[in-house]
């Protein structure tokens, strides 16, 4: 039977030759002895091949020595490149390859340096033998052996840099007491990224040719793992900084307030927000990857071809208003634009809808127009939601009030909706009249209004104004009276007084007034209830400033409940030098 051939290792090898060698040499000396007894003696030149063999076995031994530690270096080699390469952390990546250095050569201390961005070396890592990290006052190294590295681009060994004339006076190397360094460039495609730098302050001849290509042939490893973290690390960044302004887009997009959709050439919705889907009435997830031929039919029939044309002719629709019954919301108020969404390259790939939904501004612009109708614009400029507080001040005031005569009496013999018709038309008439004149219409009393002027915007022409407002009352009764019935031709009682009132609102937080009050108003109505159909009553304190300008004729003085002396009046017939 044939026995299996085994293959021995390196290390088996080595031993078998050395007892080898060790037999010849024992066999030897056993010759020697039995040839000093008289024995046979060896043929010629035995003895020296014998020599020979044992020299040459002994070569052989030293060299499969040096080879074996070659094997283990190369074994170190591809195991420290397996691992700096399985990992892409560049902090993991740095220690690992200083470590590496130190356990391949037995340095002391070792180094890693890479290129800042203005070009310049900057230690990235310093370890030591036991893998602990270096602090910045344990990082005392030879800048001028480092220079001659990346100016060379070559490896710099010393084995006692004190007495190396290539260093001679070096104050680095003396002041640090530097002895074996060993130095070799990290390069990538042939550029200088970096140095690897060990040395040893204690021991001389501590690093050979041997550790100098060990250390060069595990830089070339080193420099290509070092490149790919850096540029892991630098596209990571990138990654998180794009993933952070994606996350800050859809954010901002998420928060618009204004309706955001998108469609793509084949009129699919390809994104839309939170407030599409509000405003539309729809969730996201039935919007998204619908098409516009379901959903523009339902908002207006003029979008379809809009669309079409924003497509073609690359033209934008701002600010299109369109009024959609849209499902449970009912009727909307909405505003549409529609632009071309282009690419970087400037190629449409589709249209962008932003939609406002005008329902709530328009329902508040109608209550405006309404609260307008009801109380002067210059009331409502002057009042500030935000700041509304019970409460007034004190100002001079001129106050109308007017009363239609005879209307009480006219309702007894007209229908309920008949005689708020005519009422609105007189209203209006006196309404329009003081507005004219920039009254502030304060109410309206049933049949009655009620005004002032010189609030809320100081006119220092108030009385006058006034008294212009009531005339104008009367002229515009007369016209009224052209297109009325006899049977309904009603007239105005008017009374103006100008005194100090305390303006402001008055109420509850749930339903508060902006109205005047004061004895000068009060006395404006007791003049107005003194006065007969058509006739206007002006107290002389009111129009004695403005005498001048207005047509009066005496009046007897008016006692009023709540005053001791009666009102000295007037009655306004029209302002001087007009017909």
């Given at each position: 039977?044939?026995?299996p ?14 007892r ?14 039995a ?5 046979t ?5 035995l003895i ?18 040096e080879?074996?530690?070659?094997r ?18 560049l902090?993991?990546?740095?220690n690992e390859?200083?470590d590496?250095i ?15 961005e ?13 893998r ?6 344990e990082?005392?190294?030879s800048?001028t052996?480092?220079?001659?590295v990346?100016?060379s681009?070559?490896?710099v ?5 004190q ?10 190397i003396?002041?640090?007491?530097l ?17 690897i ?11 050979s040719?041997?550790e ?6 595990f ?8 490149e790919?973290?850096?540029l892991f690390?630098?596209?990571?960044g ?65 979008l379809?071809?809009?669309v ?8 934008r629709?701002?600010?299109l208003e ?20 282009k690419?970087a ?5 589709g249209?962008t ?20 109708r009801?109380?002067?614009p210059?009331?409502?400029?002057q ?8 409460g ?9 009030f007017?009363d ?5 009496t ?11 018709a ?16 920039e ?15 010189n ?11 006034a008294?212009?407002a ?35 609102l ?19 109505r007791?003049l ?24 009066l ?13 009666p ?13």
């Amino acid at each position: 039977m044939v026995e299996p051939t085994v293959r021995l290792g390196p290390d088996e090898q080595l031993g078998r030759l050395s007892r080898t060698a060790e037999d010849i040499r024992a066999q030897l000396a056993a010759f020697r002895v039995a040839m000093g007894k008289g024995g046979t003696p060896f043929p010629a030149g035995l003895i020296e091949a014998l020599r020979q063999l044992s020299g040459s076995l002994l070569t052989l031994r030293s060299t499969v020595q040096e080879m074996q530690q070659e094997r283990r270096n190369l074994v170190a080699l591809a195991e420290i490149g397996q691992v700096v390469n399985s990992s892409l952390e560049l902090p993991v990546v740095l220690n690992e390859v200083i470590d590496t250095i130190i356990r391949l050569t037995g340095a002391e201390r070792a180094f890693l340096m890479l290129r800042n961005e203005s070009g310049k070396l900057d230690i990235v890592v310093a370890r030591n033998w036991e893998r602990a990290s270096l602090s910045a006052g344990e990082q005392e190294i030879s800048r001028t052996l480092v220079d001659r590295v990346t100016r060379s681009g070559d490896p710099v060994l010393t084995t006692n840099a004190q007495a190396d004339p290539r260093f001679d006076g070096q104050e680095s190397i003396i002041a640090y007491n530097l002895r074996s360094i060993l130095a070799v460039p990290l390069k990538v495609k042939g550029a200088l990224t970096g140095v690897i730098y060990a040395d040893n302050r204690a021991r001389e001849g501590l690093f050979s040719e041997r550790e100098r290509n060990l250390l060069t042939a595990f830089a070339n490893q080193a420099a290509v793992a070092v490149e790919n973290a850096r540029l892991f690390a630098s596209v990571r960044g990138t990654l998180d900084e794009v993933t952070e302004l994606k996350t800050l887009m859809e954010d901002v997009f998420a928060s618009i307030e204004s309706g955001v959709l998108t469609s793509d050439v084949g009129d699919q919705v390809t994104l839309c927000n939170r407030a599409a889907g509000a405003i539309l009435g729809r969730s996201r997830a039935a919007l998204l990857g619908s098409s516009l031929n379901q959903l523009l039919p339902e908002l207006s029939p003029e979008l379809q071809p809009l669309v079409a044309e924003v497509k073609d002719s690359e033209r934008r629709v701002l600010g299109l208003e369109i009024h959609p019954t849209l499902g449970e919301r009912g009727p909307v108020d909405l505003s549409l634009s529609l632009t071309p969404l282009k690419t970087a390259d400037q190629t449409t790939r589709g249209v962008t809808f932003v939609v406002e939904d005008l329902t709530e501004k328009r329902r508040l612009e109608a209550q405006r127009r309404l609260f307008g109708r009801m109380v002067s614009p210059a009331v409502i400029d002057q009042l500030d939601p935000d700041r509304l507080e019970l409460g007034g001040k004190l100002g001079e005031i001129t106050t109308l009030f007017a009363d239609i005569r005879g209307f009480t009496t006219l309702g007894e013999s007209t229908d309920p909706a008949s005689l708020v018709a005519i009422l609105n038309r007189y209203l209006a008439a006196a309404a329009e009249a003081i507005l004219q004149e920039e009254g502030t219409i304060d109410k309206f009393l049933g049949d009655a209004v009620m005004a002032w002027f010189n609030a809320p915007i100081a006119q220092p022409d108030h009385q006058l104004r006034a008294a212009r407002a009531a005339l104008a009352i009367q002229r515009a009764v007369g016209a009224l009276h052209r297109d009325l019935p006899e049977s309904v031709r009603l007239e105005f009682g008017i009374g103006v007084h100008a005194g100090p009132a305390l303006l402001g609102l008055v109420g509850t937080e749930r339903r508060i007034e902006y109205t005047a009050i004061g004895d000068s108003v009060n006395t404006a109505r007791r003049l107005q209830e003194h006065a007969a159909e058509g006739q206007i009553l002006i107290s002389r304190a009111t129009a004695r400033p403005i005498e001048a300008e207005l047509d009066l004729i005496d009046h007897p003085a008016i006692q009023v409940q709540g005053k001791q002396a009666p009102i000295e009046v007037f009655e306004l017939r029209g302002l001087r030098g007009r017909i």
